[in-house]
């Protein structure tokens, strides 16, 4: 992952790949619903479809959410202006640190590939440099 920081333009030049992962898990979720949809109404028989249509529910609707949660909440920008940035958020998820930016428009932009101390150490100094604070 590289993380350019553009003084004329006064934003952040981020390239990993993000926006392709989240393209691919969208479409990914939208085959599930169609899916969820469309087989219990082609395939089951009604006796199937009175205790398989329970499993078929939840898995359309653990999709929506996670739909919709990508769609509002996540964000996949690859070029982000330090007046949209409110600060670098970090978390501890199994043990791991994760980073992500939280921006001024209720989303957040994941770092996925900031992974070993070397890194963690120069996005943070990165983002100290520049202005923005660390949560």
């Known amino acids: 992952m590289t993380i350019k920081f553009n003084a004329k333009e006064k934003s952040i030049e981020i390239k ?3 926006k392709a992962q989240y393209l691919f898990i969208k479409i990914m979720l939208i085959c599930t619903l169609i899916n969820t949809i469309l087989f219990p109404v082609f395939v089951l ?3 199937q479809l009175e205790w398989m249509g329970f499993i078929w529910i939840i898995i359309a ?5 996670t739909l919709i949660y990508q769609i509002l909440k996540k964000s996949t ?4 202006y330090l007046s949209e940035i ?6 501890q998820v199994f043990g791991r640190k994760k980073f992500s930016l939280k921006l001024k428009n209720g989303k957040s ?3 996925m590939e900031v992974k070993n101390n070397s890194d963690i150490v120069k996005t943070k100094k990165l983002f100290e440099n520049i202005g923005i604070e660390t949560s």
């Open 61 to 65: 609707l653990a999709s929506m959410i």
């Open 86 to 91: 409110i600060s670098l958020t970090e978390m």
């Open 16 to 18: 990993d790949g993000l």
């Open 77 to 80: 920008s690859e070029k982000l």
């Open 109 to 111: 932009r994941d770092l």
């Open 45 to 47: 028989d009604k006796k």
